[in-house]
């Protein structure tokens, strides 16, 4: 069974950074960054796949930054200028392939237990 491992989460005031790591237990093709507010559905906010292809949420363009290291298995989200609107659980997904609309679905073979993120004002 595959496993993802997220970490990085914590506190910060607003305006700070934050980076997040998603560790796999093997390659995966298609991973992505969603987000949970308390009592709200996940969203989808960032994912590349294995051609460097990334997409953004409008929640986060600009602001969040989304790399991997295919030698590690390890999907990257280096946050800045973090908002208190940002407060939520940040739990990496994956693939195997290619994922439609990756942002929008949450048909992915493989979730991570997540990480949280907590952004005072």
């Known amino acids: 069974q595959v496993q993802l491992v997220e970490s990085g989460g914590g506190s910060v005031q607003a305006g700070g950074s934050l980076n997040l790591s998603c560790t796999a237990s093997r390659y995966l093709y298609s991973m992505t960054w969603f987000r949970q507010h308390p009592g709200k559905e996940r969203a989808g906010i960032a994912t590349?796949?294995?051609?460097?292809?990334?997409e953004y949420s409008d929640s986060v363009k600009g602001r969040f930054t989304v790399t991997r290291d295919s030698a590690t298995n390890t999907l990257y989200l280096e946050m800045n200028n973090l908002k208190p609107e940002d407060t939520a659980m940040y739990i990496c997904?994956?693939?195997?392939?290619?994922?439609?609309?990756?942002?929008?679905?949450?048909?992915?073979?493989?979730w991570g237990q997540g990480t949280q993120v907590t952004v005072s004002s």
């Open positions: 997904a994956a693939s195997l392939g290619t994922v439609l609309d990756p942002l929008l679905t949450e048909d992915y073979h493989f």
């Open positions: 590349l796949n294995g051609i460097g292809v990334a």
